[in-house]
């Protein structure tokens, strides 16, 4: 799970700050359907431990994920812009991989998550600030993807 603490903290809307805790609740069932869908426990470990041991997901989530959202010189926005990328264009990816009715769940799951971070970025008054900076977070993301 890519940490939400960072995002979380930094948003004053109850509302909002309510999504984020309701989304950590979320990522435990996910792993709890894991836990249930996938019987054998070397490839449950293998997939628990994907941002060790798949490098694909590495560099996605430690070397481009973790940079843009754990980093304090981003703006708010610009993390939030990267949190979207994240949830949708780097979980997409893995649909193919993954056991069909997991991801079904799952991806309905980070596909809200997606929703809420766009209508968040959509209430800030920043947001028509950053139109290039938007463009280089998502071409990044399409560029590891490819």
């Known amino acids: 799970m890519i940490p939400i603490h960072s995002l979380a903290n930094e948003v004053q809307a109850a509302e909002a700050r309510c999504f984020y805790g309701f989304r950590v609740m979320m990522e435990n069932i996910h792993s709890l359907l894991i836990d249930a869908y996938i019987k054998d426990p070397a490839q449950r470990e293998y997939l628990f431990d994907a941002i060790e041991t798949i490098p694909r997901i590495k560099r996605k989530s430690v070397e481009w994920a973790l940079r843009w959202i754990s980093d304090q010189e981003s703006t708010f926005a610009q993390r939030l812009v990267a949190f979207a990328t994240v949830e949708d264009i780097f979980f997409t990816s893995i649909k193919a991989r993954a ?34 900076v938007v463009k280089h977070i998502i071409g990044e993301a399409m560029k590891i993807e490819q």
């Open 99 to 132: 056991h069909a009715r997991t991801y079904l769940l799952i991806g309905r799951d980070e596909g809200m998550h997606t929703d809420f971070a766009c209508l968040l970025f959509s209430h800030l008054k920043c947001r028509r600030h950053h139109p290039e």
